[in-house]
């Protein structure tokens, strides 16, 4: 006989478990209790608070035009907003995002056979990524589909497009009318697109195969993309505003020719609603109004910073009192008393008053001391939401030592390498694996007996790494001898330690190093370099030179450490 006791029904039988852990549920909400707060609707603090549950799309596209014309405004006109997406471009993209070819002769031995090995990588490396460099940088701008701009140009703008409306477009074009003597060397062309552009056509409803402009299949795959000819509120392009064009994603053999780039925030996801100000930005727009009506208040106090008060004003005693040739009189002495006296010491004019006259000043403690901490929460907010730190947002690194300024550092590269890589992966190796394609198909590629083509082994072929500005240095002692420990130790690399820090190519690094050494060779110099680690410095031999300070030395002067940066 069981031990457990049992409830039973009218029927006689036994109550499943289950059921009656529904029928407490009931009972506690009905009761107005929930065993979580975060369900909880009765308190005075969640009561009000029941926003909608959707889909992805259901919560976003029907939103994403409004908050996207309220972010673009705020970065248009708001300094912290701007200054925001020009640092992180800057640190994410730069001047020079370079194209670095990493083919897998690994995979390909494998299938193929033992020619794939480094030394085939290295070659075909050297010569994908001449080709890329030759159209990236060409100064007809033949590799954008509009002839405007370069391939660095060209990769800030989709990215700048990403930080402020969360999502970048871009279609691969080929255009061979354009290839001949003096024109372009290559075909393949990219036109960076404005997400505007991209809707459902007719502006009809999301459906269950078409999302925010995005034609899907059942698996959610996109197919393709539906972009109007012009921007919807385009005065100038007539009817092109209201006829859409559908772009395949790719062609029937895999070449890429719309490539979209955002963060899913959700599964589902097809369209974001906004970029990294989206959570801050009514956060943003209340600074921004703050900031306003302190300036203004300011400029009032500034203009009437001084005045004369007299113990009469002509004008409303009149008014009430009549006339009085007693007031008349006395106003009368007062002009010619100021008309009389301009007493002048230098080109500055001194106060002489008339008597019952005085001068009176308005102070002004604008701003208040309220509003220092205001904008620092508010720019804490943003820096928070955007990846990025208060220091480098604000531009104010006031009190920030060595072990701050360094840890700020290794935090927000971790959110500027991912950024990179996936914005590389996804918008940037589509258009060098299509130029890649044409270049193949041109002979350009050196390839081995037996090798596949370009689209039997595609990803192997286009592997790469897209190179952006480097880390930087917070001390540039410390930092280079830690880099150059970790090589000698095997736990880095002098590939990884130049793209990382300084957002170099090792092999451009060494070649133009070796021309250095020539150059000093040639002119009888030399150059003593100091192993790492070693007893030998610069200039001096044996054991008599000083071992490089160690940055983790308990030891090392504490003020040093803590130095605060500017």
């Excluded at 080709?131 to 060209?154: E, I, K, Y």
């Excluded at 990215?159 to 003096?182: Q, T």
């Amino acid at each position: 006989m069981s031990g457990v006791a049992k409830i039973l029904g009218p029927n006689g039988q036994a109550i499943p478990s289950a059921d009656i852990a529904r029928s407490r549920a009931r009972a506690l909400i009905g009761q107005g209790a929930t065993p979580y707060d975060a369900a909880d609707w009765s308190s005075p603090e969640m009561a009000g608070w029941n926003p909608w549950l959707g889909s992805p799309d259901a919560e976003k596209n029907p939103f994403r035009d409004l908050s996207v014309a309220r972010i673009r405004d705020l970065v248009r006109n708001d300094g912290w907003a701007a200054g925001a997406v020009m640092k992180i471009t800057d640190a994410t993209i730069g001047g020079d995002f370079r194209f670095s070819s990493r083919p897998d002769y690994r995979a390909l031995r494998r299938r193929y056979g033992a020619s794939f090995d480094a030394v085939w990588a290295k070659e075909f490396a050297d010569a994908y990524e001449a080709g890329f460099r030759t159209w990236a940088t060409d100064p007809a701008r033949f590799n954008d589909t509009s002839r405007r701009l370069s391939w660095n140009q060209q990769a800030r703008l989709a990215f700048g497009n990403y930080l402020v409306e969360g999502e970048c477009l871009g279609i691969i074009g080929y255009r061979p009318e354009r290839v001949g003597y003096g024109r372009a060397r290559y075909a393949t062309t990219l036109q960076v697109v404005d997400p505007d552009r991209l809707s459902n056509p007719g502006t009809i409803l999301d459906s269950q195969l078409i999302r925010g402009g995005i034609e899907i299949d059942m698996d959610g795959v996109p197919i393709a993309y539906h972009f109007r000819r012009g921007h919807q509120n385009d005065y100038f392009n007539g009817a092109a505003s209201v006829v859409w064009d559908r772009v395949d994603r790719e062609t029937d053999w895999g070449r890429p020719i719309v490539i979209h780039f955002m963060d899913d925030d959700r599964a589902g996801d097809h369209r974001p609603i906004g970029g990294i100000f989206t959570p801050v930005l009514a956060r943003m727009r209340m600074l921004a109004q703050y900031d306003r009506v302190e300036l203004q208040a300011a400029m009032v106090a500034a203009i009437f910073g001084v005045y004369v008060e007299s113990p009469f004003d002509s004008d409303m005693v009149a008014n009430s009192l009549g006339d009085d040739e007693t007031l008349s009189n006395y106003q009368t002495m007062r002009r010619e008393f100021h008309d009389q006296r301009q007493l002048m010491a230098g080109n500055v004019r001194v106060a002489n008053m008339f008597p019952g006259e005085k001068i009176n000043s308005v102070s002004s403690n604008r701003p208040p001391a309220a509003f220092e901490a205001f904008e620092s929460a508010m720019l804490r907010n943003l820096a928070s939401a955007a990846g990025e730190t208060y220091e480098t947002v604000s531009s104010n690194y006031r009190g920030q030592n060595y072990s701050g300024a360094r840890q700020a550092m290794v935090t927000t590269w971790k959110t500027m390498d991912r950024r990179r890589l996936h914005f590389g992966d996804a918008y940037c190796s589509p258009v060098a694996a299509a130029l890649g394609e044409e270049m193949m198909d041109r002979g350009e590629l050196p390839l081995p007996a037996g090798a596949p083509d370009w689209v039997e082994a595609r990803a192997e072929y286009s592997r790469c790494r897209w190179i952006g500005p480097g880390r930087g240095w917070v001390d540039p002692v410390a930092e280079p001898e830690g880099s150059l420990k970790k090589i000698a130790g095997g736990l880095s690399t002098l590939e990884r330690e130049a793209e990382q820090n300084d957002g170099l190519d090792w092999e451009e690094t060494l070649d133009q190093r070796q021309l250095e050494q020539a150059a000093l060779v040639a002119r009888g110099l030399t150059v003593v370099m100091t192993p790492v680690g070693g007893d030998q410095a610069a200039g001096q031999g044996g054991d008599g030179g000083e071992k490089p300070a160690d940055p983790t030395d308990p030891a090392r002067d504490k003020a040093e450490r803590e130095e605060e940066t500017t």
